[in-house]
């Protein structure tokens, strides 16, 4: 278990190849709170899939925790891994993204496929049944988790 950083992500340089020269490296913002989730299954031990990363923003007087699609390294850089959510609600209807009140309408929710392109393992759900977890790994300072760590956390 990593206790914060550093993160398995050592440094850009350690990245595989295609993701280096791919993915646009960008400087990370150490005061913005984020927790990320990797899998690293047995099966694939040694080539670590990035599923996703979360960002604490307030809304509203509280924290919300939203996907980042960039993924952090231990030497202050992000990677891009791009946007997995897969579907926007408002309530329980389809959100209209169209619309853009419907962003902060209270009831607007995100449900996220944290999916392992790798061996399949694969988690879904909705931002506000993934923020009290994501909170309370973020206030222990464990910023870094696997996706069947998460998984064990929300059974
Ligand atoms: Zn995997």
């Known amino acids: 278990m990593t206790d914060g950083?550093?993160?398995?992500?050592?440094?850009?340089?350690?990245?595989?190849?295609?993701?280096?020269?791919?993915?646009?490296?960008?400087?990370?913002?150490?005061?913005?709170?984020?927790?990320?989730?990797?899998?690293?299954?047995?099966?694939?031990?040694?080539?670590?899939?990035f599923v996703a990363s979360f960002v604490r923003v307030m809304h509203d007087g509280q924290p919300?925790?939203?996907?980042?699609?960039e993924y952090p390294t231990a030497d202050g850089y992000t990677?891009?891994?791009g946007d997995r959510s897969?579907?926007?609600?408002?309530?329980d209807k389809p959100a209209d993204l169209s619309d853009s009140t419907a962003l902060s309408d209270s009831a607007f929710r995100v449900r996220y496929a944290l999916e392992c392109q790798i061996c399949g393992l694969r988690l879904e759900r909705r931002a506000d049944e993934?923020?009290?977890?994501?909170?309370?790994?973020?206030?222990?300072?464990?910023?870094?988790?696997?996706?069947?760590?998460?998984m064990s956390l929300l059974r």
């Open 86 to 91: 897969v579907g926007n609600l408002v309530g």
């Open 79 to 81: 990677f891009w891994i």
């Open 130 to 150: 993934l923020n009290p977890v994501l909170e309370t790994l973020w206030a222990a300072n464990h910023l870094e988790l696997s996706l069947r760590g998460l």
């Open 64 to 69: 919300r925790w939203v996907w980042s699609t």
């Open 5 to 49: 950083y550093p993160y398995l992500v050592k440094s850009t340089w350690s990245l595989p190849r295609n993701l280096r020269e791919r993915h646009a490296i960008r400087t990370l913002d150490p005061a913005q709170p984020r927790v990320s989730i990797y899998c690293r299954e047995e099966s694939h031990e040694d080539a670590p899939w």
